[in-house]
């Protein structure tokens, strides 16, 4: 028989804005039943419209994630998280990441799984002015050349003076 791994990666959301930070599970498995792996090595490549943030034992030299899985026994697999920041770079369409894998069976053949790609889709359209806002309605003073900023649980949110008053808020 000759060894053969297998490569998932799956973003945990859907959509995302700017200033999200979105988490993928990458998992590599050894598909074979009798067949040690060594030396599993994931390297996933980002687009440009995703900030690399952080992961669970992983690399990161400023264009690719590296993850040394290490050793698969027969059957085992092994998984890591990945984070990154949603930019703006693109404003509305599709970020993938594109991921390879790679080990020396203890037969010394060369494994590999991939590419796989991964997809989450960036939804970074401006915030209108209007809206409606709930509650007693209090005036609201706002210098010329100041920002009016309120946090939601997902973003900061601020409106410039000069974009209130071309809206006819004084």
């Known amino acids: 028989p000759r060894a053969m791994i ?30 040690r792996v060594d030396n599993v090595r994931v390297v996933e490549s ?12 992983v690399t990161f030299d400023g264009r690719t994630v590296g993850w040394n899985a290490g050793t698969l026994a027969p059957g085992a ?3 890591t998280t990945v984070r990154f920041v949603v930019n703006s770079r693109e404003s509305k369409g599709w970020a993938r ?3 390879n894998a790679a080990g020396l069976a ?19 359209e401006e915030i209108g002015i209007e ?3 709930l509650g007693e309605p209090a005036p609201i003073t706002v210098e010329e050349g100041l920002a009016l900023e309120f946090d939601t649980p997902s973003k900061k949110v601020e409106f410039w ?10």
């Open 106 to 124: 203890e037969s010394g053949d060369d494994v590999s799984a991939g590419p796989v790609v991964a997809s989450i889709r960036i939804d970074n």
């Open 77 to 79: 697999s092994r998984s």
């Open 46 to 57: 980002p687009p440009a419209s995703l900030d690399f943030a952080s992961g669970d034992g």
């Open 161 to 170: 003076s000069d974009q209130l008053a071309a809206k006819g808020f004084d």
């Open 6 to 35: 297998g490569l998932d990666q799956t973003f945990r959301q859907a959509t995302a804005s700017i200033g999200d930070v979105v988490s993928m599970v990458i998992t590599v498995e050894n598909r074979t039943d009798s067949i």
């Open 97 to 99: 990441v594109t991921g």
């Open 131 to 133: 809206g409606v806002i």
